[in-house]
Every structure is written in structure tokens, then in C-alpha cells.
């Protein structure tokens, strides 16, 4: 995996003291420093690390897409960006630029967690902070997981899921968690790691990874998203299947979730003018109801069925769901008629 090394850190004054930045320091000792007293949008065009507080909400309803089916997601904005640049990743469109965003006001964020958390004890949370960067893949440079994970151990309403393409997990060993935190992979045949995400550790490494961590008695989650179509795709994703329950027993996965690749028109022009190699975006992509291009339903059916099959050799329960997809696609793959769209979130595990 390619570490993030940033050719200088930038912090905005009035971070000093914050442990995020006490943290980056003490690991990027090398890398030279600048203070400002505001962040400026040309700072963020250079390949830097960018130290600031978040004056918005951390906590926020995941995005999802209208019209598909909702799996009532919640995600915390902790970080935006990341140095890991797969071809399809929608920061591209989203933060069009190349620096990495911490916020280290993470007190702010634990705040309103304890606001939220503890004022609805009877509803149940699934938060994640892998929506806007990668959870883990600075992780070994911020540490924010130490923060993290045994803030989460206190919460009986709610698991954190950190989700990940890297290795950077050392920080997790040895922290109380009390089974509330997920450790989850994305994860993709070696063929495509190679060409789309290649600056990620290979599927092995991942594996291993995430054996590490169940060892240490963290659940762990798979992500099949986006799954990629090509000619021979069926031989490589069961073999993927087969290597993932190689390494990890089907006892220590909470879920698996699958989605097959789909993006947003905008997108396609910033993947052919950084990636001309990248043949993703061609094919036969439609505009589905929610404004995202994706391969047309039977072919989406036909890819889900048989990934759902493959994994159903390993496992009769794994919780196995898909990411922004419609009900019909839902009742095709799992023959259930999810009546309303926010049914799915009550059908979820809770530890
Ligand atoms: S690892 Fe995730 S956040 Fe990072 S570039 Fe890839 S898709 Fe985007």
C-alpha cells in the first residue's frame, strides 16, 4: 500500500493543541509545517495534509440516493479525501482537489455523539466514518481510532464501523471495544485492485489484515462494492469469495453488503482525464431514477445472485445486503418485498 506521505502539513491556527494534531506531528516529524489563519482553496490544491476544525454537523444521515432502498446508515465526517485514488471513487467529482482534510476537533464530535447517542438509548445506530476518505488508511498518522473505539465500547445502541482498503490496523490491538466497532474491507478481485485501485494493498494483504483484527475479537464486514463487470468477472469474484473465507471464519462477518458500480454522469469526465487507462466507465451504463449511471437491472441481478450464491456455499446466514438498489432488484436477489424503504435498517445485526 502506498503510505500517505504529504509534501507539508498546513494547520489552521487554533488546532495546535488538539491531539489529531499532536498526533500528525509527532509522526510526520520530517514534513515541514505551515500555519495560517484560514485555509485558503489553494492550499488545498497541493498534495498536503490539511489540519482544521469542522465547523458543521459530524453526524449526519448517510446521503444515500432517493428511490432505493435506504439501509439507514449514519456517517460521521471526520476526515474528507484520500491518497489511496481509486479510479471510481466519487471524491473526484466531490472534493475536486488534492489535499487531505483531518478535522481535529474531534471533542465536538464526541459531543454531539453523547447528544444523540445517549438521548435515544432505544434506537439503534450504524455509524461510519468512511464516507468522505477512507476510515483507516491515516490511521497510523492520526491514531483517531484510539479516540474512537473505546468512546464506542460505552454504547450499547450503537456500533462504528471503520471501513477500510488498507493495512494501517496496529492501533486497533489492544483497545477496549466491547464488540461496538466494525472493521470492514473493501474488497475486489486482484485484477481489479490492480487497475482500478492500485495504490491499495492487493486482497491477500487485506485478508490478512482483517484476520488481525478478528483474532483481536473485532467483528468484520466485507464490501463488494463497487463490484466491476468484465468478461471472466464470474471465475474472479469466487475466487475472492473462497479466499475471504480462507482467512476469516463466516462467525466473525456482521455483513457483507454488495453493490455493483455506479456513479454519477459528472464523474465520467474526471475518471477519462485522470485515468485514460480505466475502461469502467464504458459499456452499457443507464441513468437510473436517482441521477446515477449503472450497468442495466438484469445484468445488476444476474452479477448479485450469483455473488449471493457463492457466498450461501460458505454460509446459510451471513447478513449479505445491497448498497442503493431498488426494491424490485431487492425482491429479484432475495425473493423479500421490502414494503417500505427504510425496513431494511430493522433487519440489520446489532453485535
Ligand atoms: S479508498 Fe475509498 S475513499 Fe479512498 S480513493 Fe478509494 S474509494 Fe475513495
Redesign the pocket.
Known amino acids: 500500500m502506498q503510505k500517505f506521505l504529504p509534501e507539508k502539513i498546513i494547520i489552521e491556527r487554533g488546532c495546535e493543541d488538539d491531539v489529531i494534531t499532536m498526533n500528525v506531528l509527532k509522526k510526520l516529524s520530517d514534513v515541514s509545517v505551515e500555519y495560517y489563519d484560514k485555509i485558503q482553496s489553494e492550499h488545498l490544491k497541493q498534495n498536503v495534509l490539511v489540519i482544521k476544525k469542522y465547523n458543521g454537523k459530524f453526524f449526519k444521515r448517510c446521503p444515500c440516493s432517493p428511490e432505493v432502498v435506504c439501509c439507514g446508515y449514519y456517517v460521521l465526517q471526520n476526515a474528507e479525501n484520500?491518497h489511496?485514488?481509486?479510479t471510481y471513487?466519487f471524491?473526484h467529482e466531490y472534493s475536486d482537489y488534492n489535499a487531505v482534510i483531518v478535522y481535529s476537533n474531534v471533542n465536538k464530535m464526541f459531543d454531539e455523539l453523547r447528544g444523540i447517542l445517549g438521548k435515544n438509548p432505544s434506537k439503534f445506530y450504524r455509524i461510519g466514518t468512511g464516507e468522505f476518505?477512507?476510515s483507516m488508511?491515516i490511521d497510523d498518522i492520526t491514531e483517531v481510532s484510539k479516540l474512537m473505539v473505546p468512546f464506542f465500547a460505552d454504547y450499547k445502541n450503537a456500533l462504528l464501523e471503520l471501513k477500510t482498503?488498507s493495512t494501517c490496523i496496529e492501533n486497533l490491538s489492544g483497545l477496549e471495544h466491547r464488540g461496538r466497532t466494525v472493521i470492514s474491507w473493501s474488497v475486489n478481485p486482484d485484477k481489479v485492485i490492480c487497475k482500478e485501485?492500485s495504490l491499495?494493498p492487493d486482497l491477500d494483504e487485506r485478508l490478512k489484515a482483517a484476520k488481525y483484527v478478528a483474532e483481536r475479537n473485532y467483528r468484520i464486514g466485507f464490501h463488494f462494492d463497487p463490484v466491476i463487470y468484465y468478461e471472466g468477472w464470474e471465475e474472479d469474484y469466487k475466487e475472492t469469495i473462497e479466499k475471504i473465507f480462507s482467512f476469516v471464519s463466516y462467525d466473525d462477518i456482521i455483513w457483507i453488503s454488495l453493490g455493483t458500480f455506479r456513479y454519477i454522469p459528472e464523474l465520467k469526465n474526471a475518471i477519462k482525464r485522470k485515468f485514460p487507462m480505466s475502461k469502467i466507465i464504458y459499456g452499457e451504463h443507464i441513468l437510473c431514477a436517482d441521477g446515477k449511471m449503472r450497468y442495466i437491472k438484469p445484468l445488476r441481478v444476474d452479477i448479485y445472485q450469483k455473488i449471493l450464491s457463492w457466498i450461501r456455499e460458505y454460509s446459510e446466514d451471513v447478513f449479505v445486503y445491497l448498497c442503493m438498489e431498488t426494491k424490485e432488484v431487492w425482491r429479484k436477489v432475495f425473493n423479500l418485498e421490502l414494503r417500505r424503504y427504510n425496513e431494511l435498517e430493522k433487519l440489520f445485526p446489532r453485535d
Open positions: 484520500c489511496l485514488n481509486c471513487c471524491l476518505s477512507d488508511a482498503k485501485e491499495s
